[in-house]
């Protein structure tokens, strides 16, 4: 090779190296599903019925924030509970014992609370800011003699 056709050879691989470079985007890119800080939750699963058994002292919170709504049970039974810790965007399906699932994503934290998507199968779906150590309820469809419910309290960031 000719030190003529080398340099044009050279010429044009850098001269197509800078057309690259420029369609570049300066941005970075986007954070996968999940990273970021993470949001913790507080997450309930609890029978709701009137069969005269008395309310969970686990439940209770649920039970007064239910009555003073005007929705009265006689009996709440805990059944879950646990604390969840998410990314933004990261989904969390839940195995709710009447054989439906709840699938929860947090889409945005700031000062005001936590955006959250709920969806539980064939009962409830929405989308809700809650703030922390505020409690959000799903109705999670039929259980046993009675329903269940879903509480989502997010927990104040440390």
Known sequence: MTWHRAAATCAAALGLLVLCAGSVSA????????KGKAIQMRMMVTRLSNDGRGVDPGAKDLENKLSSQGIRYDSAEVIQKKRLKLGVDEVRTIDLPNGRKAHVRPLHQNEDGVLMSVDVEGSSKADVRAKPNHTVIFSAG????GKLVLSLEPVEPE
Request: charged share 25%; aromatic share 8%.
């Open 27 to 34: 941005d970075p890119p986007p954070k996968p599903p999940g």
């Open 142 to 145: 039929p259980y046993q003699d």
